[in-house]
C-alpha cells in the first residue's frame, strides 16, 4: 500500500488490514493516524452540554403562541403589530440582488394563500363582530400588512438575509393568528 | 403575556412518567412546565446549535428557534423514543434546514480551503483546542464531523439529515478530519 492510500483511507475513518501493515513500517502515515486518533478523542471528550452565555427562554417565550383561544388584550395586539413593523422597517435596509429559494417561496405562498383565506372567512363574519372590536382588528391588520409588504420588498432584493425571512415568518404568522382570534370572536369583542 | 420568573432547572435525568407529564402539561399551553422542559434540555440543544453553526450569536438565534418549533411540535412527541433524542432530532433538523447556517452571514472567509495542497503539517499538539478549530472548518465540512465525531451519526443518518448522499457526508468527513489536522498541527 502507498502513503496516499493510507492516507485516504485514515482520512475516511476507515480501517483494513493492509493499513495496519502499511502503517507497521510507514512512521509518517502512523503519525497522521495518531493525529487523526487524537482529533477523535478530543471530540469525544468535548462537553455534552454548552450553556448560553444569557437566559435565551424570554425571548422564546416571546415567541411562542398561546395554544388557548382566549385573546390577548388589545394593547397587546397593537403593541405585536408595531414591533412587526418596526422590525421590518430596520431589517430592511441592506439590500442585495439574488434569486429567492424556491422553498422559501412556496412556504410564504402558502401562508399568503392561508391569509387570503382566513381573510375571506373574517370579511363573511363581519357583520356578527362587534364594530368597535373589528376597527381594532383591521388597524393592527394594516400595521402587520405594511410590515409584510415591506419585508417582501427587502426580500426580493435579498433572498438570503434571514432576519429579513424570520421578520416575514412572525409577521405572516401573527397575521394568520390575528385573524384566527377575530374569527373566534363573537360580538361581545375583545378582552 | 408570560410573566417570566427563572425556573430552577430539574435533573436531565427525570423519571419517563416526569417527562411524559411535563410534555403533556406543555403540550396543553402551560408555559410553566415547558420551562421546565427548556432548562431540563437547553444545555444539550446549545452545544449542537453552537458546534453546528460556528457562531455564538447564531447558535442563540438557532436554541430559540428549536424551542420555538418544539413548543409548536409537542404533540408530535409520542414516547417511542426518549423525549431527548426527539428533541435532538428536532434540532437537528432545524439547524441544517435554518439559512444561518448556509447563509452568507456565515459564508466567512474559508481559510481551510486555502491550505490543500500544502506541505505536510507536523503533529498534533496534544492539548488540542477543537471547538476553536471548529470554527475554522467550512460549513459543510464542519456539520458533518459534529454530526459524526461528536454527535455519533452515521453516514447514513447523516446524509438522510442533510439531504445529501452517503458520499458526499463521507467526503464532507474526510474533508473535515484533513483540514482539522492540519489546523491543529
Not at chain 1, 510507514?26 to 444569557?54: F, Y
Not at chain 1, 391569509?115 to 370579511?123: I, P, Q, T, Y
Not at chain 2, 430539574?10 to 407529564?21: G, M
Not at chain 2, 464531523?145 to 452515521?154: A, K, M, N, R, T
Amino acid at each position: 500500500m502507498k502513503c496516499e492510500e493510507a492516507a485516504l483511507i485514515l482520512l475516511d475513518g476507515d480501517s483494513e488490514p493492509a493499513l495496519t501493515a502499511h502503517l507497521a513500517g510507514c512512521a509518517e502515515c502512523r503519525a497522521l493516524a495518531d493525529d487523526l486518533a487524537r482529533i477523535e478523542r478530543a471530540a469525544a471528550d468535548l462537553p455534552r452540554e454548552v450553556q448560553p452565555t444569557r437566559d435565551l427562554f424570554p425571548g422564546i417565550a416571546a415567541r411562542i403562541r398561546p395554544r388557548t383561544s382566549r385573546w390577548a388584550p388589545a394593547r397587546w395586539l397593537v403593541a405585536a403589530a408595531m414591533l412587526v413593523g418596526v422590525t421590518s422597517w430596520t431589517t430592511a435596509r441592506v439590500l442585495r440582488p439574488d434569486p429567492a429559494p424556491t422553498a422559501e417561496i412556496a412556504w410564504d405562498a402558502q401562508m399568503r394563500a392561508a391569509s387570503a383565506e382566513l381573510r375571506g372567512a373574517l370579511e363573511a363574519r363581519r357583520a356578527d363582530l362587534d364594530p368597535a372590536t373589528l376597527a381594532t382588528v383591521e388597524q393592527n391588520l394594516a400595521v402587520i400588512d405594511d410590515a409584510i409588504a415591506e419585508t417582501r420588498a427587502a426580500l426580493d432584493a435579498d433572498p438570503e438575509d434571514r432576519r429579513l425571512r424570520q421578520a416575514l415568518d412572525r409577521a405572516n404568522e401573527q397575521k394568520i393568528s390575528l385573524l384566527r382570534r377575530a374569527l373566534a370572536l363573537d360580538r361581545s369583542g375583545l378582552e | 403575556m408570560h410573566a417570566h420568573a427563572r425556573i430552577p432547572s430539574p435533573s436531565p435525568s427525570a423519571p419517563v412518567a416526569d417527562v411524559r407529564a411535563l410534555v403533556d402539561r406543555a403540550a396543553a399551553g402551560d408555559l410553566t412546565a415547558f420551562e421546565v422542559i427548556y432548562r431540563m434540555h437547553v444545555g444539550r440543544v446549545h452545544a449542537v446549535s453552537l458546534r453546528m453553526a460556528g457562531d455564538p450569536s447564531a447558535a442563540d438565534d438557532l436554541t430559540q428557534e428549536v424551542f420555538v418549533r418544539a413548543w409548536e411540535q409537542l404533540g408530535s412527541w409520542r414516547g417511542d423514543a426518549a423525549f431527548a433524542t426527539w428533541l435532538h432530532r428536532l434540532a437537528v433538523n432545524v439547524i441544517l434546514g435554518d439559512r444561518r447556517a448556509t447563509g452568507r452571514r456565515l459564508a466567512r472567509v474559508e481559510p481551510m480551503d486555502d491550505i490543500e495542497g500544502e506541505s505536510a503539517p507536523t503533529a498534533v499538539d496534544p492539548g488540542i483546542d477543537l471547538e476553536r478549530a471548529l470554527g475554522t472548518l467550512p460549513i459543510k465540512a464542519r456539520q458533518v464531523f459534529v454530526l459524526s465525531q461528536i454527535e455519533g451519526l452515521d453516514h447514513a443518518e447523516i446524509a438522510d439529515a442533510m439531504g445529501t448522499s452517503v458520499g458526499t457526508a463521507k467526503s464532507q468527513l474526510h474533508r473535515a478530519r484533513d483540514l482539522l489536522r492540519r489546523f491543529l498541527s
